[in-house]
């Protein structure tokens, strides 16, 4: 099989040599539902259910995550929030505190909102169609393909960060993957490879196999099942596919934090429902006299601590934190800030990187 990408350039994938006759195809999924049956994961805590919404929270969930991150959050959102109604009734600050750590925090917000969408406009139902699924908030096309897989047993192609490396690594393709004409010819591909059945073993076995054995770094090729026909394999490559993005310099930011303390507690003030760390609490930023000045309090005494570095997908942080303890506390509520406990801030709907911080700034308190 050819793919052509425009001008000059093709990707070749030799062990595809006939478009309808797939015997390539059936021998690559026959062996990974083996495989998935025999040695996949079967006992995570979002498997052997078809409850849609218990599928869609943990695909959401291990979106940029790994599992044993995932767990424990999974467990607390459904003890908290067990259904749709339920997700739906809730404040957008509960949802988003039950994901701080999380990261990726424009996950939690449209989790809230399709769960709303789907309780006011589709009376709490899910939709089975893939085109449906993927109109609603936070759902993309390979998300929408899990989901119709485990919930509603239907035959659609996944696509995510872990297939592709396992793809771009059998087929040895030689192109970066995130190239639109690229992106195509790997759902097509997806597409093509689809078994005729067993869908949920082979969805499951795509992903254990890019999770555990086709890793990014030393894939564990003599444990693979589909080392026999792997092209990365046989020709050595595996370190070098999938094509790397050139790297481009990532811009850095520096930002001070004001950790305001009255002794006992902190200010922290929520941050507006989108952008970054949207409606979660932080400590006001800014230059430390113009922040105390702004809310009226009288400065006792100041510290400068040591940054604290944080990257974001975009760009990389450099936090600079001063602690701020003054005589005088305002009103915080009408300052659109919170006074909470120093020893349970860190606790709060706060951001990792300033969970860090907090923590820092309470065991040095102690
Ligand atoms: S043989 Fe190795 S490189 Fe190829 S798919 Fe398996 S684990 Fe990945």
Redesign the pocket.
């Known amino acids: 099989m050819v793919w052509p990408l425009g001008k000059g350039r093709i990707i070749r994938i030799p062990l595809l040599p006939v478009e309808n006759e797939l015997p390539e195809q059936a021998r690559f999924s026959t062996r990974l539902i083996a495989w998935q049956k025999r040695e996949g994961r079967h006992d995570l805590p979002w498997q052997q259910t078809r409850d849609p919404y218990r599928v869609w929270l943990s695909e959401i969930m291990l979106q940029q995550t790994q599992v044993a991150t995932v767990i424990p959050y999974y467990q607390r959102f459904l003890a908290s929030f067990p259904d749709l109604a339920a997700l739906a009734a809730a404040p957008i600050e509960a949802v988003i505190e039950h994901w701080a750590g999380l990261g990726y925090y424009a996950r939690a917000r449209n989790l809230h909102r399709c769960a709303q969408q789907l309780v006011t406009v589709n009376a709490g139902k899910w939709p089975k169609n893939l085109d449906q699924l993927t109109e609603l908030p936070g759902i993309g096309r390979s998300t929408a393909a899990a989901i119709a897989a485990f919930a509603f047993g239907q035959r659609a192609a996944i696509l995510d960060g872990n297939v592709k490396r396992?793809l771009c690594?059998?087929f040895a393709i030689d192109d970066f993957p995130a190239q639109a004409a690229v992106d195509r010819k790997l759902w097509a591909l997806a597409n093509e490879l689809l078994p005729d059945s067993d869908i949920e073993a082979y969805t499951q076995g795509l992903m254990d196999l890019g999770a555990t054995?086709?890793t990014r770094s030393k894939?564990?090729?003599l444990r693979?099942p589909?080392?026999e026909t792997?092209l990365?394999?046989q020709q050595g490559r595996?370190a070098e596919l999938p094509v790397a993005k050139v790297r481009v310099a990532v811009p850095e930011r520096r930002s001070t934090f004001v950790i305001i303390s009255d002794g006992q507690r902190i200010l922290l003030e929520r941050r507006p429902p989108s952008g970054i760390w949207g409606g979660l609490l932080v400590p006001p930023e800014g230059e430390a006299g113009t922040v105390l000045a702004n809310l009226g309090l009288t400065l006792e005494n100041a510290e400068a601590l040591p940054p604290l570095r944080h990257a974001f997908t975009h760009f990389r942080l450099t936090l600079e934190p001063i602690f701020c303890l003054v005589s005088k506390t305002s009103n915080a509520a009408e300052a659109g800030m919170e006074w909470v406990d120093l020893a349970k801030a860190s606790h709060a709907g706060v951001p990792t990187p300033i969970r860090k911080l907090l923590k820092r700034v309470a065991s040095a308190k102690d």
Do not use: D, E, I, Y
């Open positions: 396992v690594r059998h054995l086709c894939p564990q090729c693979c589909l080392a792997c990365a394999r595996q």
